[in-house]
T-cell receptor, first 111, second 112 residues
Framework: RKEVEQDPGPFNVPEGATVAFNCTYS??????FFWYRQDCRKEPKLLMS???SGNEDGRFTAQLNRASQYISLLIRDSKLSDSATYLC????????????FGAGTQVVVTP | DVKVTQSSRYLVKRTGEKVFLECVQD?????MFWYRQDPGLGLRLIYF???????EKGDIPEGYSVSREKKERFSLILESASTNQTSMYLC???????????FGPGTRLTVT
């Protein structure tokens, strides 16, 4: 079983619509959670951290459910530029800042 | 802005060759990481380093070694390249916020 599991998609989303997707993680020692964004043939970049109480950053909302060990990302009013692969990332619970990456969920926003 | 650079964007090598991939960061970061990324598998940690001359194995170190002689530079070495090492290789570093990793642009390595 993968330590971080994501639906690979693609999620095809009309421009202006809302899309949401989850990931699950298996390491109960993980304390920090993130969404990274990776454009085609580019490097991953941090999109946002995920806090226990849930948090928003503009059109992006992240939620954490520790009991069920899943993280979600919701994108409102989708833009063409939101087309990317979204990587769910959790820390490994060690002191070195090592991260465990999911394989990513592909989102394609269409005109 | 943090900048992480990698020596090559694309590289083609033959089976059995020794391959050096270099990564340089300009932000005085302590921790540096090497990953490979394959479709459906995500990023897998090969090695990481938390200080000069210090290194730790990641999840898939077999067939690889690393070198960190200077703080800003972290090299990945494929001792004898094999076709199953064809992949995208990504270097990353972290600074004061330990979980925000800054990635280089990646090296797409093809071993024939």
């Amino acid at each position: 079983r993968k330590e971080v599991e994501q639906d690979p998609g693609p999620f095809n989303v009309p421009e202006g619509a809302t899309v949401a997707f989850n990931c699950t993680y298996s390491n109960s020692a993980s304390q920090s959670f993130f969404w990274y964004r990776q454009d085609c043939r580019k490097e991953p970049k941090l999109l946002m951290s995920v806090y226990s109480s849930g948090n928003e950053d503009g059109r992006f909302t992240a939620q954490l459910n520790r009991a069920s060990q899943y993280i979600s990302l919701l994108i409102r009013d989708s833009k063409l530029s939101d087309s990317a692969t979204y990587l769910c990332v959790v820390n490994r619970g060690d002191s070195w800042g090592k991260l465990q990456f999911g394989a990513g969920t592909q989102v394609v926003v269409t005109p | 802005d943090v900048k992480v650079t990698q020596s090559s964007r694309y590289l083609v090598k033959r089976t059995g060759e020794k391959v050096f991939l270099e990564c340089v960061q300009d932000m005085d970061h302590e921790n540096m990481f090497w990953y490979r990324q394959d479709p459906g598998l995500g990023l897998r940690l090969i090695y990481f380093s938390y200080d000069v001359k210090m290194k730790e194995k990641g999840d898939i170190p077999e067939g690889y070694s690393v070198s960190r002689e200077k703080k800003e530079r972290f090299s990945l070495i494929l001792e004898s390249a094999s076709t199953n090492q064809t992949s995208m290789y990504l270097c990353a570093s972290t600074g004061p916020v330990p979980y925000e990793q800054y990635f280089g642009p990646g090296t797409r390595l093809t071993v024939t």
